[in-house]
């Protein structure tokens, strides 16, 4: 498998079909994977794939010293691969200047990650490749358990739940620079005319943030878990957007990423969209 | 009217030019009394009410916001008030798990002929909001230090 990823990516650098090929290194096989960026055929071999490989490659694509390397291939798992629809949907990146080389996965990390215990995209499904093969079935449903189990609790246990979680919060904005779908050159969080999200390290400007960052991702979260992942405070922030992934499910039938075709939520609207709480 | 002791709310009702605030002023040259608790602030359209105002409301001590605008077909920007609706939608799933108290953020369509009901209204969340105590708990979040 690892042989048959280093050979197709030594032909596309080979025959000039793209400039750069977006994977994954490794400097131990103990240590996580980490991005790399091949440009030259020979350095093929530093290319990895294996369940270490967390990182969602998808947030490289529009980044300006990245696109400065020329047309890219890249790297991606299934739930990657959402992340790429969505960025496809938005104009933020164009597929047929991309060589997109799919990689089968049974999930990544040990014990695996809770995304992959209810992952439903091991096959990637547009790539122009899809190297290996998946044994791990996709699963339907179970996406939303934590958060089910979450929103047993009352209210005003879940604003302390919160206020201990975001207190840890140091507003590194390692959740926004992870983020595939966080592509804005101005985050509406480094504005300071008016200042609209306190940047402070605050409980205050801890709960604007974590809103905004969540809000932003209404309806485009494709639930990569990277945001999650980088947090060095070990926040749980996927948890606030799968509530707004299950609420994108259930009063507009839509899951972000799964079908490039369907109309985005946001941006759109729709006269039936239910009121029932509007006075 | 200020009586000692008694808890005032501090609500902020942002509305949209066309419809709600025109409601408000119906209301006023109607000479339909209503709380003055509520603060009001005039935007261009409900569309143009960014979600980040209702936290900024919260943090700058409201303890009941109120977003207002135009009941849909009605909007002087053709669309605003459904794309309005459908973050707010969305929106009030995202504050249910943060647990901040759903009965103190409304969402309503008032129309420029709507003065009674702009009235009704403010007086039915200023009395709510005030059977409901002050908002501490989002206030004390504010002012918790580093």
Request: charged share 25%.
């Amino acid at each position: 498998m690892i042989d048959q990823l280093r050979q197709t990516c030594r032909r596309l650098l080979d025959e000039g079909k793209v400039n750069v090929i977006i994977g994954y290194g490794q400097n131990s096989a103990d240590g996580p994977a980490y991005p790399i960026f091949v440009t030259k055929p020979e350095e093929v071999g530093k290319l990895v794939w294996n369940d270490k490989c967390y990182a969602n490659l998808a947030t490289y694509l529009t980044r300006k010293d990245i696109k400065a390397l020329g047309k890219p291939a890249i790297i991606v798992k299934g739930c990657d691969e959402r992340a790429l629809v969505v960025l496809q949907q938005e104009s933020q990146i164009d597929r047929e200047a991309l060589y997109v080389i799919g990689v089968a996965c049974d999930g990544v990390g040990n014990p695996r990650a809770a995304k992959c215990l209810v992952c439903d995209v091991h096959r990637p499904r547009f790539a122009a490749e899809v190297l290996g093969e998946a044994s791990a079935s996709d699963v339907g449903n179970g996406r939303y358990t934590e958060l089910g189990e979450f929103l047993e609790k009352s209210p005003a246990e879940r604003m302390v739940y919160w206020m201990e979680e975001l207190s840890r919060c140091v507003k590194c904005y390692a959740c926004r620079e992870v983020c595939p779908l966080c592509y804005c050159n101005r985050c509406i969080a480094d504005k300071n005319r008016p200042t609209i999200i306190d940047t402070s390290a605050t409980l205050k400007g801890n709960f604007a943030w974590q809103i905004v960052r969540a809000f932003h991702l209404a309806g485009r979260c494709v639930s990569c878990g990277e945001c999650a992942r980088v947090c060095p405070a070990g926040i749980d922030l996927g948890l606030l957007n799968l509530t707004l992934a299950r609420a994108a499910e259930e009063h507009f039938q839509y899951r972000a990423g799964i079908d490039p075709e369907k109309t985005p939520i946001i941006g759109a609207y729709s006269l039936e969209d239910k009121e029932e709480f509007i006075l | 009217m200020s009586e000692v002791g008694v808890f005032k709310p501090k609500i902020i009702a942002y509305v949209c030019n066309w419809c709600t605030y025109l409601g408000a002023d119906l209301a006023g040259t109607n000479r339909l009394e209503y709380p003055s608790n509520v603060r009001i602030i005039r935007l261009p359209c409900t569309g143009r009410i960014d979600f980040n105002l209702i936290i900024k409301a919260l943090e700058s001590g409201a303890d009941a916001v109120l977003v207002s605008g135009c009941h849909p077909g009605d909007c002087h920007y053709t669309s605003g008030n459904y794309h309005a609706r459908r973050r707010w939608i969305l929106f009030r799933e995202l504050l249910e798990t943060l647990g901040i108290e759903m009965e103190r953020v409304h969402f309503a369509w008032i129309s420029a002929a709507e003065g009674r009901k702009f009235q009704q209204t403010i007086t039915e969340i200023t009395e709510h909001t005030r059977k409901l105590g002050p908002y501490t708990a989002y206030k004390k979040l504010c002012e918790a230090g580093v």
